[in-house]
T-cell receptor
């Protein structure tokens, strides 16, 4: 099993450009999440999907949108990138809400 | 005040030492507690998962939860250079959007 996979691994954007980060999991988990990780801030939840067909905002949703394409896939879109969105983005999944998150390898995004 | 506080370190110990990593929290509703290990430029990987108070042991790793003090610990016995990583604590009341992570403690184990 591959677990949680993410593409791309690295990306550099100019301010105002858009992009979509892709995530897929093969563990048959119900819930999926998008986090960003910044130095000294820990992991912060951007959006989550409790189950297929539902999405909800997390702590830091501004500037992002998500799509739960099916049970396996959950994408994160930046419509108009800003330098403040420079970060490492992690996708995660879990079997049920209270259970452990399993993380992907991350996408390093730089917005200039 | 952050919901979860974790000393960022860095912490440097000699090989074979016992390591103690700690987190404190303020939300008394938290009942699921986790420790993650994150190697440089990698995603966090689950190390330990405990529910409510008590101890859990897995090989060289022991997780302790003291809900009365709102304090959790991870002990690493006989530390190895391969344990060098950042360790993140995490906790949740059981809802999708309430898991909170510590900022991480960077550990270096020197041969």
């Amino acid at each position: 099993n591959a677990g949680v996979t993410q593409t791309p691994k690295f990306q550099v954007l100019k301010t105002g450009q858009s992009m979509t980060l892709q995530c897929a999991q093969d563990m048959n988990h119900n819930s999926m999440y998008w986090y960003r990780q910044d130095p000294g801030m820990g992991l912060r939840l951007i959006y989550y999907s409790a189950s297929e067909g539902t999405t909800d905002k997390g702590e830091v949703p501004n500037g992002y949108n998500v799509s739960r394409l099916n049970k396996r896939e959950f994408s994160l879109r930046l419509e108009s990138a800003a330098p403040s969105q420079t970060s490492v983005y992690f996708c995660a999944s879990s079997e049920f809400p209270g259970s452990s998150r399993y993380f992907g390898p991350g996408t390093r995004l730089t917005v200039t | 005040q952050k919901e979860v506080e974790q000393d960022p370190g860095p912490l440097s110990v000699p090989e074979g030492a016992i390591v103690s990593l700690n987190c404190t929290y303020s939300n008394s509703a938290f009942q699921y507690f986790m420790w993650y290990r994150q190697y440089s430029r990698k995603g966090p990987e689950l190390l330990m998962y405990t529910y409510s108070s008590g101890n859990k042991e897995d090989g060289r790793f022991t997780a302790q939860v003291d809900k009365s003090s709102k304090y959790i610990s991870l002990f690493i016995r006989d530390s190895q250079p391969s344990d060098s990583a950042t360790y993140l604590c995490a906790m949740s009341a059981g809802n999708n959007n309430d898991m909170r992570f510590g900022a991480g403690t960077r550990l270096t184990v020197k041969p």
